[in-house]
Structure formats: C-alpha cells, structure tokens
C-alpha cells in the first residue's frame, strides 16, 4: 500500500478487517454526505435568488451546478457503498478505490466551483448583494469539501491518521479529529455484544396489506411482546378507545382512514394522546416524514422495516412510556397524598388560616371586637368513664363529638378543641359575621338533644351542661410543628365560667349574650351570681 508522507502505518487491529471496512466506509460517507448536502443547499438559495430576481440568464448555469451537485451526492453514495468499499478494501485494492473516488469526487465540485464564480462576477456586476453573499458562501462550502479529499482518501487508504513529531500546518486539526474517529471505530468494534433484556410491551399494528401485517406480528411476538392486529384505521381506533397500548405501529398509507388521520385523532384523545406511535411510511420522501413529525408521530421508519432498527426503536420508546407512566403514578401519588395532608390540616386549622400559612404567613394571630364562644361539658363524665372500658368509653365520646362537629359545620362555626369531654366552639371567627351570637345560640339549643342521642346508642343516659359568653378575644396559629388553632382573653374565661355554673340540660348565657341575640329566643333570668374573676354577673338561661 502507498503511504503519504507523515503517515505511519497502523498495526493490524484484532478485530475481523471487513467489520473495520464497513465502518470506516460509514464514516466516511457520513462524512461526505453533510458538507455536499450544504453544497447542494447553498445552489438552492442561489435558485431563489434568481427566481425572485428574474435573472433568466443565470439560469442555464444553476440547471448544470445543480445537477453537478445531483451528481457528487450519487457519487458519495455509490462509491462510498457499504458493500461496495468493504470488498475494495478487503482485497487490499485501496489504491485503486481512492484513486477512482478521488477523480470522481473533484470532477463535480470543480464544476460547481467554475460556475459558481463566473455566477458570482455577474452578480457583482448587476449589483445584487443577497446573491453575492449567498455565492461566496456556496464557494467556500466547496473549497472546504474540496480540501477536505486528500485528508479523507488518506484516512481510508490507512485506517489512521498518526502524524510525525513536531507536524504543524492547518490540517492538523482535521488529522487530529480523524484519528479520534478511527480510534473510536476501533474501541466500538473491539467490544463484545452485550445482551441486555429489552423492554416489551402491549403493541398495536395497524396495516391493510394482510401479509406485512402478519409478517409484524410474528416478529413482535417473537421479540416478546403481544401484540394486536387491526387491518384498518377505523378500528384501530376502536381498539385504542377500549384497551391500553404502550405503543402503535401505524401505516401510512390505508384505505379511507389513512395513517396520518388516526394518528391526529390519537392525538386529540386524551386517553390515547401520549402513546407513542411509529409510522410506517413506503414514500421514501422528506414532505411525509415531516407531515407525520409534525402531526404528532415519535418516529418514521421506511418500508421495508429493518428488523434490527425497529426492534431498538420500540425498545426505547416502549420503556419511554413505562418511565412516564410511572413518573405519572408517583405525581398522582404525590397529588392525592398532598390533598389527604392538605384535609387533615384543614381539620386541624380553619380553611382560611391554612390558606393564609400556604401564601408564606409566619405568625398568625387576629384580634376579633366581637365573637361568641360556646363551652359544652358532659355531666359526669369522670363516675361514667371510670365504670366504662377504654374502647367504649372512646367510642362514646367519638359519637359525642362528632355529632357537636356536625352541628357546628352546619351552623357555620368554628370548632376550636376538646379538652377530655369538653367541647369549644367559637362564632364569628376567622371569618367575622354579624350574627354569631345567634348562630352559635341556634347550635346551644340543639346540643342537649345530640348528646342524649349519642347515649342512647350506648345505652348511657347523657345530659350536656352548655355555657356561652360574647366579647372580644384574640385568635391565632401556635406551635411549629404541630399547629393548633386557639382562642384567648376573658371573652374566653367567662364562657367556661357559664358552663360551670350552669344547669344540666339547659344553656346559661351571659348578659352579652342576651343582647346580642336580641329578641330571636327567650331567656329565663337568674339570680345574680358570683362569678370568680368577675363578681356578682347577671345570667339567663336560654329558652
């Protein structure tokens, strides 16, 4: 073999040289593809330019720089051949190859290079600016894909590119760049094939021609996965609307319902929006790929499917899905998680106040001129609970408490703790209303009967002792980590004083509360009684 000056010859690698061919012949045709697909794009600007510019005697030029380009892509893909470079270079004939491709690749970009600058003389001369630059850049395409042969042809002839010492000069980068590339041919195909489980899944196959359709099948099935076979669009859609698919091989061309059209229906489903689909295309052009891309498809594979592309492109996608269908089953965890905290806050806490903690508030607590607090106590309690078991006497007092809730929820007050067979509730907070004296007077009344109620179910005869005074108090959140919602001031103190010294089965008001209330219920007055903290009171019992 002929070897370039500064080009050391690489050892014999370990692996079998048609491998190596194949890749090399890959490679280097990737390669080429790009920079002539910018060549070739750059005349098509230049097309453009003269179409809008009406400059009917440049056309003739671009017709032959055109088909130079048609020419050098044809070139690139039947000289850079797979099978066609691996035979080349497996009988050792590489001076031959290179030679041929050589010539074959400079006698189209020459062309295109001599056109495109006499082109370029004669849009200086008529004075258009777009077509000039847009001719300089098509030059400069040229000449890099021009100066780029000799360093590929040596990259092919060697299968490395290892310079001598001290090589300097502007092809160094390009060196250095393909001997990385080589150096990774080798290391990939150095390696042993791993056999990693694939994912497998529920497919749909949706095709009319009966033998593609079962040819699909039996591969799928074999690759592991089950599968379901519909001939047509419509009942593929059917299909879907009844049982659930990781992924959809789909036709595009079909009777009535062609491929695109399903795909768009799937789309705009909800239930079927987010299965992937793979659209299996015989129209070898970029306008249907892009026309199935663009209506929602995750893939476009060319018929006749490789068999060993398909099978790594459902893999990927079918474990795409089963990652988003767990991702979506830890977010719909994580949103019925967060509502049964964000219910057992709101048993805990008024819903304002836990609207008020979400929005940031650190300390909460609120001065209310007005509210109406209600002390309930059930009548002895302490005898009853020590002749009574733990679980029944829990019971008894869950009955109890949850008959007082549905009272209070019903008159819209706010339920502010137990304290053992205690019960507190206050009217007019968080939220102030006018009429929380009566609210809470029409909840005190109904109380004695809800308690008896609870009893009966036990078998206990219950009788509630009910107090409720009306003024200021203040309200607020305390604790850090776990919040209560409470109540303070004398407003408070004087209402557990009603309850104490009240009557069993009956509700004893303050003075306060007899105005506020008004003439809405009767009061029975009481004699005047001392009240500690607060002397001799005025008290009523409500009627």
Not at 273 to 284: E, Q, Y
Not at 299 to 304: A, G, T
Not at 360 to 388: K, N, P, Y
Not at 391 to 399: E, F, G, T, V
Request: include cysteine; glycine fraction near 8%; charged fraction near 25%.
């Amino acid at each position: 073999m002929n070897q370039a000056p500064g080009i050391v010859a690489a050892a014999k690698p370990d692996f079998d040289d048609e491998r190596l061919a194949r890749a090399i012949s890959a490679f280097v045709r990737a390669e080429f593809i790009a920079p002539v697909d910018v060549v070739s794009s750059f005349i098509d600007l230049v097309i453009e330019d003269v179409a809008r510019e009406q400059m009917a005697s440049f056309r003739a030029d671009l017709q032959t720089m055109k088909a130079s380009s048609l020419r050098l892509r044809i070139v690139v893909e039947e000289l850079l051949d797979t099978s066609a470079s691996q035979r080349s270079l497996s009988e050792k004939q590489i001076d031959d190859f290179t030679a041929s491709l050589r010539h074959e690749l400079r006698t189209p970009i020459t062309a295109i290079m001599g056109y495109g600058e006499l082109l370029l003389e004669e849009a200086r001369e008529e004075g258009f600016p777009t077509m000039v630059e847009t001719l300089d850049g098509l030059l400069a395409a040229s000449r890099r894909l021009l100066g780029g042969i000799d360093s590929m042809i040596e990259f092919i002839q060697s299968g490395s590119l290892t310079t001598t010492h001290g090589e300097t000069g502007a092809g160094s980068d390009q060196t250095a760049a393909m001997e990385q590339a080589v150096a990774t041919l080798r290391s990939v195909l150095s390696e042993q094939p791993t056999l990693a489980a694939r994912a497998t899944g529920y497919l749909l196959v949706v095709d009319d021609n009966p033998s593609s359709l079962d040819l699909l099948t039996r591969r799928l099935e074999r690759d592991g996965h089950k599968v379901c076979a519909c001939s047509d669009g419509e009942a593929a859609l059917r299909v879907t609307g009844q049982q659930n698919f990781d992924l959809v091989l789909l036709d595009f061309l079909m009777p009535r319902l062609n491929g695109v059209d399903v795909l768009r229906q799937l789309r705009g489903t909800p239930h079927t929006s987010t299965i992937p689909v793979i659209i299996m295309s015989g129209a070898d052009e970029v306008e249907s790929a892009v026309l199935c891309i663009e209506a929602g498809a995750d893939d476009v594979m060319q018929k006749p499917l490789d068999p060993i592309l398909m099978r790594s492109r459902i893999s990927a996608l079918v474990e795409r899905k089963t990652l988003r269908d767990r991702e979506q089953a830890y977010v719909e965890q994580l949103r019925v998680e967060r509502e049964r905290s964000e219910s057992l806050l709101r048993s805990m806490l008024p819903g304002p106040v836990v609207e008020r903690l979400r929005h940031g508030e650190t300390v909460i607590a609120d001065h209310f001129e007005a509210a109406t607090i209600l002390f309930c106590d059930i009548v002895g309690f302490t005898a009853l609970s020590s002749r009574m078991p733990a679980p029944r006497m829990i019971a008894l007092l869950n009955s109890v408490f949850s008959n007082l809730d549905r009272l209070a929820k019903a008159n819209g007050l706010e339920k502010i703790k137990t304290i053992g067979d205690a019960y507190l509730v206050a009217g007019g907070l968080p939220n102030a209303r006018p009429d929380h004296a009566l609210a809470t007077a029409r909840m005190a009344l109904a109380i004695p009967e809800a308690v008896a109620a609870a009893g009966r179910e036990v078998g206990e005869q219950l009788e509630a002792r009910i107090g409720m005074h009306t003024g200021p108090v203040v309200a607020g959140v305390i604790g850090t980590d776990k919040f209560v919602y409470d109540v303070w001031g004398d407003t408070v103190n004087v209402a557990s004083r009603m309850e104490r010294n009240g009557v069993a089965g009956r509700v004893h008001v303050s003075e306060a509360v007899r105005a506020a209330v008004g003439d809405a219920y009767g009061f029975e007055p009481l004699p005047p009684m001392n009240i500690k903290g607060k002397g001799a009171m005025q008290t009523f019992l409500l009627i």
